[in-house]
């Protein structure tokens, strides 16, 4: 069991998050307001204790109701 070492989400509109994981928990909480709708391409990259990490990626669609 390799704990996590780290998070980074890219937002897909320029923004991101990088957070250090340390004692089991995150470092800090995370959110995101989009200022335009749109189509926006997210993606998060965790890393473990090894420096190995996995990546996953989401299309997200803001439109106005």
């Known amino acids: ?21 340390e004692d089991s928990g995150l470092a800090g909480a995370f959110w995101h307001v989009y200022d335009v ?12 204790g090894d420096g190995r990490e996995a990546t996953a990626t989401c299309t997200l669609v803001w439109a106005p109701a």
């Open 1 to 21: 069991y390799n704990e996590f070492a780290g998070i980074v989400i890219d937002y897909g509109d320029g923004d991101h998050f990088d957070s250090r994981i």
């Open 37 to 48: 709708p749109g189509t926006y391409e997210v993606e998060v990259t965790i890393t473990d």
